[in-house]
């Protein structure tokens, strides 16, 4: 399925201004438009998904020209690896040729001239964040030309990024909405102005690719949600619960609790007694009227759990004081968190 997006990135008085880098070796002002975006909606799981970015690059350069690497960033799920399960080539009117993860000894050029000195993921991941998700179990990869282009002065550049993403090697069904940048290594994901990126960015179609394992959404609001999304029991976890989204009213405030119907450990044992409404489970109102509701608890204590003994998975429902319960897709059916780190 082709989707076709653009991105309006003003040039304005272009002429008139450059961003002036450290040691003033370059005046470099680059104005990226990702005209065309082509990437699937669904996908299956350890199939390769092939991405397609369509970019116009204008330039204004004094001490013209410069050498540049390409580089791409792409918001995709940690689960999935990307950055060794990715390949990437490049054609533009200055030269076709191969793309590799970028090496995060290398360092995005905003941040050395703020003295953050972050990784172009790290960069990536401060400026954009997760994009138009709402779990934070995503990551940007980036790759970048293996060649250095020679770029000159006032000129349009027009190209294609391919990419080649193998999904979902963790086997979940994911859902997720993808984002992508491109820009070049002199001027990184910096602004020649305020107003005027010197990057192109775009936000890609939500996109499901199935598999057998976990159904993992990351896009979509849900009736509970768990930080962080992968962990042990030897962790912190924070659950929330949405009360807006239990839109069939199956249980009913001010007081909520969580109920943990079964505990699984990785000696086969199966744990019950953890559906209580006390203190230990009460869950705790953000502000006032916001309905969503949070607890932090310590799996390891809140299953009582011995040492030596691990626990694997966790079912569980949100009760109220009159017992009533809810689970998944405000239906009966209990959530399921499975411990893991990846």
Known sequence: ?????????????????????????????????????????????????????????????????????????????????????????????????????????????ESINNGTNLSYSAAMLKKFGIGQNLVADMEWVVFRST?????????????????KITAGIDGNTTIFKP????CE???????????????????????????TGDIVDLCDPLLTSLDPPKSLDNDFLTLTYNEKLDTANKVKGPNFYLCVDTVLTSDNKVLTGFCTQSPKSLLTQTTSNSGLYKITFWPRSFFSLPAGETATEMIYHIIDANGNKVGFADTDEAFTYKFKCN
Not at 147 to 163: C, H
Request: some cysteine.
């Open 147 to 163: 060649q250095q282009i020679s770029i000159p002065n006032v000129v349009t550049i027009t190209g294609e990024i391919d990419l």
């Open 1 to 109: 399925m082709r989707s076709y997006f653009n991105i309006k990135i003003k040039g304005k008085n272009l002429w008139k201004v450059c961003a002036l880098f450290a040691l003033a070796v370059f005046l470099v002002c680059c104005s990226i438009v990702i005209s065309q975006l082509d990437q699937p909606t669904t996908g299956i799981a350890g199939q390769v998904l092939p991405i397609t970015a369509h970019c116009t690059v204008k330039t204004n350069i004094l001490n013209s020209p410069i050498l540049a690497n390409y580089i791409i960033g792409f918001l995709m799920p940690k689960g999935w690896n990307a950055g060794a399960n990715t390949t990437a080539t490049y054609t533009s009117t200055l030269g076709n040729g191969n793309m590799v993860e970028m090496p995060p000894s290398i360092l995005e050029t």
């Open 179 to 182: 984002a992508y940048v491109i």
């Open 185 to 211: 290594s002199v001027d990184g994901i910096s602004h020649f102005n305020a107003t005027t990126p010197d990057y192109g960015y775009l936000n890609g179609p939500r996109l499901t690719v199935t598999g």
